[in-house]
């Protein structure tokens, strides 16, 4: 068994760090405070090809390895949780969603521009009564002539404010149960589709979070993604690749918190000793670094899984769940170990705790992970 990453894999991590250090830190605790997209930040990463990671150079991006996107979303994260899971929403889910299922001209048609990060890419499924609960959705696309008219209201849309392709769930026939949902290419600017409310989140506020309202918005139906009746499955299959980037996201904000831990306590003197002297807290730092390792590990074989073309849902689930609820737990010792001083605003370790509480309940939560994980097991 090698553990070990590839040469271009390391190389990436290498060059995302770099970009972080000199782009992402330091604008990083502005743009939280400011609930700000940093629209600099992307458009760097888009000249830098890290907008298209696994998309194929035929359609304008890089032509490497899911895998490898990851270690890039880890490492943003690292810095800002809330740009790695911009990126991780654009090129996990929606980028994934059309290779996967869009027809050649629509992949041609939209790929290039988002591989280029020349757009950003939105998932546009959560409404205000159907969030785990994916059935309950409201949102009703009907046939007309060579058209498709969607009316609806969804919610919790993230890069909602500032997407340029959403891709949105409805339903086409919703007396077909699980077979009646589909999933449509809808480019901003479509009359009729317009953004709503801005939330204000506790965490990862860079990453900005809206309504999406449908009135009457038309569409042709050269835009329906897959065919009539596969939404369900689209939308599952978006979650999938997209719980692999929020346990990347995860481990970005866990080794984060390991790295503020270990300066910290190293610099900190109490009773005339570096506090990492202290056991009680050298363990907290102990138990964060085997978490990370376990959270890592459970992250990539994940992404491998993708990779080799085998089934990796449950992996991702499990993945997910461990990285996520590792993270919580670990910031919230980051904050201990730094006392008073780690929880006021602008110490890094409270922006890590407040980040790292969304990855358990996004792309599904902690209890729904244990329901996949718990029916694969159990079917």
Same mark, same amino acid.
């Given at each position: 068994?090698?553990?070990?990453?590839?040469?271009?894999?390391?190389?990436?991590?290498?060059?995302?760090?770099?970009?972080?250090?000199?782009?992402?830190?330091?604008?990083?605790?502005?743009?939280?405070?400011?609930?700000?997209?940093?629209?600099?930040v992307f458009e760097k990463l888009g000249a830098g090809d890290w907008m298209g990671i696994p998309v194929p150079t035929k359609y304008?991006?890089?032509?490497?390895?899911?895998?490898?996107?990851?270690?890039?979303?880890?490492?943003?994260?690292?810095?800002?949780? +809330?740009?790695?899971?911009t990126l991780s929403i654009h090129v996990g889910i929606v980028e994934m969603l059309l290779l996967l299922y869009g027809t050649e001209?629509?992949?041609?048609?939209?790929?290039?521009?988002? @591989?280029?990060?020349?757009?950003?890419?939105?998932?546009?499924?959560?409404?205000?009564?159907?969030?785990?609960?994916?059935? @309950?959705?409201?949102?009703?696309?009907?046939?007309? !002539?060579?058209?498709?008219?969607?009316?609806?209201?969804?919610?919790?849309?993230?890069? !909602?404010?500032?997407?340029?392709?959403?891709?949105?769930?409805?339903?086409?026939?919703?007396?077909?149960?699980?077979?009646?949902?589909?999933?449509?290419?809808?480019?901003?600017?479509?009359p009729g589709m317009r953004v709503g409310e801005h939330f204000q989140k506790m965490g990862i506020r860079a990453s900005q979070t809206?309504?999406?309202?449908?009135?009457?918005?038309?569409?042709?139906?050269?835009?329906?993604?897959?065919?009539?009746?596969?939404?369900?499955?689209?939308?599952?299959?978006?979650?999938?690749?997209?719980?692999?980037?929020?346990?990347?996201?995860?481990?970005?904000?866990?080794?984060? +918190?390991?790295?503020?831990?270990?300066?910290?306590?190293?610099?900190?003197?109490?009773?005339?000793?570096?506090?990492?002297?202290?056991?009680?807290?050298?363990?907290?730092?102990?138990?964060?670094?085997?978490?990370?390792?376990?959270?890592?590990?459970?992250?990539?074989?994940?992404?491998?899984?993708?990779?080799?073309?085998?089934?990796?849902?449950?992996? +991702?689930?499990?993945?997910?769940?461990?990285?996520?609820?590792?993270?919580?737990?670990?910031?919230?010792?980051?904050?201990?170990?730094?006392?008073?001083?780690?929880?006021?605003?602008?110490?890094?370790?409270?922006?890590?705790?407040?980040?790292?509480?969304?990855?358990?309940?996004?792309? !599904?939560?902690?209890?729904?992970?244990?329901?996949?994980?718990?029916?694969?097991?159990?079917?």
């Amino acid at each position: 068994m090698d553990f070990k990453l590839t040469e271009e894999q390391e190389l990436i991590r290498k060059n995302m760090r770099e970009f972080c250090e000199k782009y992402v830190d330091p604008i990083a605790a502005e743009i939280d405070e400011q609930a700000r997209f940093p629209k600099e930040v992307f458009e760097k990463l888009g000249a830098g090809d890290w907008m298209g990671i696994p998309v194929p150079t035929k359609y304008g991006g890089a032509g490497s390895s899911y895998l490898t996107h990851i270690v890039a979303v880890e490492e943003l994260s690292r810095s800002c949780a +809330a740009s790695g899971f911009t990126l991780s929403i654009h090129v996990g889910i929606v980028e994934m969603l059309l290779l996967l299922y869009g027809t050649e001209d629509q992949k041609q048609k939209y790929l290039p521009p988002l @591989a280029r990060g020349e757009e950003l890419g939105a998932f546009v499924l959560t409404e205000p009564g159907a969030g785990t609960d994916v059935m @309950a959705a409201q949102t009703e696309i009907t046939r007309d !002539g060579d058209d498709y008219v969607i009316n609806g209201t969804k919610t919790f849309t993230s890069n !909602g404010p500032n997407a340029g392709v959403y891709i949105v769930f409805g339903w086409t026939d919703k007396s077909a149960g699980r077979k009646g949902m589909s999933a449509f290419i809808v480019p901003k600017g479509t009359p009729g589709m317009r953004v709503g409310e801005h939330f204000q989140k506790m965490g990862i506020r860079a990453s900005q979070t809206s309504e999406m309202i449908f009135e009457n918005c038309r569409i042709p139906k050269d835009n329906l993604l897959g065919k009539e009746g596969d939404g369900l499955a689209i939308a599952m299959t978006g979650l999938d690749h997209g719980r692999i980037g929020i346990a990347a996201q995860s481990v970005g904000i866990l080794q984060a +918190a390991l790295d503020e831990s270990i300066k910290y306590s190293k610099q900190r003197i109490q009773f005339g000793a570096p506090i990492s002297r202290n056991q009680a807290i050298a363990w907290m730092i102990a138990d964060m670094a085997t978490d990370l390792a376990a959270a890592r590990f459970l992250t990539y074989h994940a992404a491998w899984l993708k990779d080799e073309g085998k089934p990796f849902s449950r992996e +991702a689930s499990m993945a997910k769940l461990f990285a996520a609820e590792a993270a919580m737990k670990h910031t919230i010792k980051a904050v201990q170990i730094q006392g008073g001083y780690g929880y006021c605003k602008g110490a890094k370790v409270e922006r890590l705790m407040r980040d790292a509480k969304i990855t358990e309940i996004y792309e !599904g939560t902690s209890e729904a992970q244990r329901m996949v994980i718990s029916g694969s097991l159990l079917r």
